[in-house]
């Protein structure tokens, strides 16, 4: 992991004073503040979820209710800390009563996050849930499909590996998601140890098991599990 140079940190100030004051969308009349993300900006392992909850809304932070907490708890688990990592979603401001993002909040809000990912040049960004899942990958496939399985990828001119896994807010209140959460992160020390993908190649051979089969299922929304 190289140090951020002052440009970058520049860039990055520059960009979250830009996400701030933005009023692309509609979504800045009802939001209480805009939340750019945070964390190390030299970091190898970026997180994006879909988008801010009332906690976030409220504080301008990424996942800091109770989602929040339990990604601490897995941080934890593989000698992390969130501080060490760097924090986003898809969308930066809060859409009403959490619904899902529209395709017109996306396109608004997806140029952030490309730019983002081009200053931080993580090697793995781990996508949380469906919406960042199905936006970074470009497949409309499930998570529950394609979550811990690496996938060898280029945005904004830098290779990566996203990594699909649960949202936190989905697993808190079931059981085996939960789980099945747990197991995939416990992969991802493995998945940090291997060279950055070069040219959209695979990961190397039996470098991250595959992950054992999960049934389809339901995801509830974070506001029906009373997150938010």
Known sequence: MAPATDDDLAALAALR?????CTLCDLH??????????GDPASDLMF???APGYH???QGRPFVGQAGKLLEQLLASIGLTREQVF?????KSRPP???DPRPEEIAACQP?????????KPKVICTLGNHATKLLTGDPAGITRVHGRPQATAIAGHSLYLYPIFHPAAALYTPAMLTTLKEDFRRLPELLAQAAPEDGAPPPAGAVPAPAATPDAPLAKPEQLGLF
């Open 97 to 99: 009563n959490n619904r």
């Open 17 to 21: 004073a830009e996400v701030e004051a």
């Open 87 to 91: 924090i986003a979603n898809v969308l």
């Open 56 to 58: 976030e809304d409220q």
């Open 48 to 50: 994006v979820g879909e």
């Open 112 to 120: 952030y996050l490309w730019r983002q990912i081009e200053l931080i």
């Open 29 to 38: 009349a009802t939001r209480t503040k805009a939340v750019p993300g945070e």
